[in-house]
Nanobody
Framework: QVQLVESGGGLVQAGGSLRLSCAAS????????MGWFRQAPGQEREFVGA????????VYADSVKDRFTISRDNAKNTVYLQMNSLKPEDTAVYYC????????????????WGQGTQVTVSS
């Protein structure tokens, strides 16, 4: 229903920061909850965090809590992932995904995916 394109990935040293963006088109953006996931080579896709349809509520995986922040701008049809204090174990392809707004905190509800953007953190 909605098409998603991630951007902002790159190479950064441990302790640095990156901001990822996810631009949405199609559908009505404010009707969707938005999530961020990541996947390292040979590993399963991992939940990072999610934000509800209003932007007023967020949830994060323990591994990124207090380091990453999700926000959204419904007027710009964009969701962001601010990544601070990056660690080598954060290296992965990062994906944004959409879910029905009423299911925003359920990681299994995210089934509409972007193409991903690579984040590499050097030690």
């Amino acid at each position: 229903q909605v098409q998603l394109v991630e951007s902002g990935g790159g190479l950064v040293q441990a302790g640095g920061s990156l901001r990822l963006s996810c631009a949405a088109s199609g559908g009505i953006f404010s009707n969707y909850a938005m999530g961020w996931f990541r996947q390292a080579p040979g590993q399963e896709r991992e939940f990072v965090g999610a934000i509800d349809w209003t932007g007023g509520n967020t949830v994060y995986a323990d591994s990124v809590k207090d380091r990453f922040t999700i926000s959204r701008d419904n007027a710009k049809n964009t969701v962001y992932l601010q990544m601070n204090s990056l660690k080598p174990e954060d290296t992965a392809v990062y994906y944004c995904a959409a879910a029905h707004k009423w299911l925003w905190s359920n990681r299994n509800a995210y089934n509409n995916w972007g193409q991903g953007t690579q984040v590499t953190v050097s030690s």
